[in-house]
């Protein structure tokens, strides 16, 4: 077999050495159970369970309930890390990606009003770290091109 170049962070996250100086390894926890689902009803165009804090997650301060603050991202190096990490980043990327194919909805419909407020927050915090990304399409699509002020104002 021939050798295969990884990244450093993918390594250490299957070797186990990687340090988690976010405690995103809370994500990963949370999602283990329930992503699966949750992509299945963003692609079916409905949300229908509870899970909105760890797979669109926002920032800790916008939070209010128990799950917000404990999934919340703490600012702008988190998110980072967040979009970085092999798995977070490309399951944040892969529902992204199914739910710019509801377009034709409206994202309250979708959602409900305050997950619809949450996942824009979201796409917010994460368009900031990395613009030229899927994350900005969400917000033309859903949003009117709008993007969440708290969450660029706490940045």
């Known amino acids: 077999m021939e050798n295969i170049c990884l990244p450093k962070e993918f390594v250490e996250i299957i070797n186990g050495t ?3 100086k976010y405690n995103l390894q809370r994500f990963l926890g949370a999602q283990s159970n329930c992503y699966q689902q949750a992509l299945q ?12 804090w760890f797979i669109f997650p926002q920032l800790a301060i916008l939070g209010h309930s128990r799950n917000a ?5 703490s600012g702008y190096d988190e998110a980072e890390a967040y979009l970085n990490h092999p798995i977070l980043g490309e399951r944040l990327r892969v529902i992204t990606k199914a ?10 419909d979708i959602f409900g009003e305050i997950d619809a407020m949450k996942v824009c927050s979201c796409m917010t915090l994460f368009d900031a770290v990395s613009p030229d990304d899927v994350f900005q399409k969400v917000l033309d699509g859903f949003y009117k091109g709008q993007y969440d002020l708290k969450t660029l104002n706490y940045m």
């Open 18 to 20: 990687q340090q988690d």
């Open 41 to 52: 009803e963003i692609q079916g165009g409905q949300k229908r369970s509870h899970w909105i």
């Open 69 to 73: 603050k404990y999934y919340g991202i």
């Open 99 to 108: 739910l710019l194919t509801h377009t034709d909805m409206d994202v309250v």
